[in-house]
């Protein structure tokens, strides 16, 4: 769990570069945040691979029998697109339900991946006069 004034400051940061309901896109590629100002019913969404950083409000995300509990302090990944439900529990026009959002891009992760297999098996053993 994260400390409760680094958390504070985050929601204070998105909250002011999160004007409208939904989802809002950023500048910054791959990343964005959401607001919601009411809570929602259970229904069925799309989970697409993201690392969700809530900072207030309360979610749950239903994977199978799985529930999976999202709110401050508690992050959610997701590696792969999923076929899940959804359900905002906590949210108010005082007090709306905020995170941010990353995209992982899974091409990108799969190179990087790559790589460091490559430079895995390309280490040398270490010798010289010191190592026995």
Do not use: W
Not at 55 to 70: L, R, V
Not at 79 to 88: D, L
Not at 101 to 112: C, E, H, N, T
Not at 116 to 121: A, T
Request: charged share 25%; net charge neutral.
């Amino acid at each position: 769990m994260y400390q409760l004034d680094q958390i504070q400051e985050l929601n204070r940061l998105i909250a002011t570069h999160t004007p409208k309901e939904g989802l809002n896109v950023s500048r910054i590629n791959n990343f964005g945040t959401y607001k919601a100002s009411s809570t929602q019913k259970r229904s069925p969404v799309i989970e697409e691979p993201t690392i969700l950083i809530p900072t207030q409000g309360q979610k749950y995300c239903y994977a199978g029998e799985k529930k999976h509990k999202i709110c401050a302090g508690n992050l959610f990944v997701s590696f792969f697109p999923m076929s899940v439900e959804g359900e905002i529990v906590e949210a108010s026009q005082e007090k709306p339900l905020l995170l941010a959002g990353i995209r992982l891009d899974l091409g990108k992760m799969a190179d990087l991946l790559l790589k460091i297999e490559r430079l895995d098996n390309q280490m040398i053993e270490p010798t010289g006069p010191y190592l026995s």
